[in-house]
């Protein structure tokens, strides 16, 4: 079945440190690819997305690779603020297919000020 | 507020009892999902409907959970029988049909079973 692998499920950087979250998905038919951020207690919500047609894309400080070939697709956080600290869930769905979402474990990012 | 509400926020039912949950989506959405989230994990997927019509259920629910969405409005989630390993946050999200992709997720709601 349908798979998406976040590694690592913790980090720690040094505040204007860079941060990088990588996942791998199973279903080679997935071509949207969303990152979401979920701070303590609230709701998810989505910080950058990228689909299949493109390789990068890049939002001031954060960006969003993917490789296709390889089915993984990674975030990226530059110059890292203390309000970065949050979980980060990246995310894999078909939009030509079922519209079902599938989500990696997480990552907790902690920026150490 | 205009984003989707769920409610109740918090649950606390005792192992057996039956549970409820409604969401209301956005209004213009016309896809509306539930997932299920414990600690320290991602969301995991349970079921989502377009419109009124359930498209897919994952295989890991078992018999105990239903879902409706009559009308293609509200949703509702019920656990029947429940169990301590049912205790988790119940999240709703939904989205515009096409290609737009965005997930807004509700503010969930957190089920602890005695």
């Known amino acids: 079945g349908e798979n998406v692998e976040q590694h690592p499920s913790t980090l720690s950087v040094q505040e204007g440190d860079s941060a990088v979250i990588k996942c791998t998905y199973s279903d080679s038919a997935s071509n949207y690819f969303p990152w979401y951020k979920q701070e303590l207690g609230k709701r998810p919500q989505l910080i950058i997305d990228i689909r299949s047609n493109v390789g990068e894309k890049k939002d001031q400080r954060i960006a969003v690779t993917l490789n296709k070939t390889a089915k993984h697709f990674s975030l990226h956080i530059t110059e890292t603020q203390p309000e970065d600290s949050a979980v980060y869930f990246c995310a894999a769905t078909s939009t030509s297919g079922t519209y079902k979402y599938i989500f990696g474990t997480g990552t907790r990012l902690k920026v150490l000020a | 507020d205009t984003g989707v509400s769920q409610n109740p926020r918090h649950k606390i039912t005792k192992r057996g009892q039956n549970v409820t949950f409604r969401c209301d989506p956005i209004s213009e959405h016309n896809r509306l999902y539930w997932y299920r989230q414990t600690l320290g994990q991602g969301p995991e997927f349970l079921t989502y409907f377009q419109n009124e019509a359930q498209l897919e259920k994952s295989r890991l629910l078992s018999d105990r959970f239903s879902a409706e969405r009559p009308k293609g409005s509200f949703s509702t989630l019920e656990i029947q029988r429940t169990e301590q390993g049912d205790s988790a946050m119940y999240l709703c999200?939904?989205?515009?049909?096409?290609?737009?992709?965005?997930?807004?997720f509700g503010e969930g709601s957190r089920l602890t079973v005695l």
């Open positions: 999200a939904s989205s515009l049909g096409g290609y737009t992709g965005e997930l807004f």
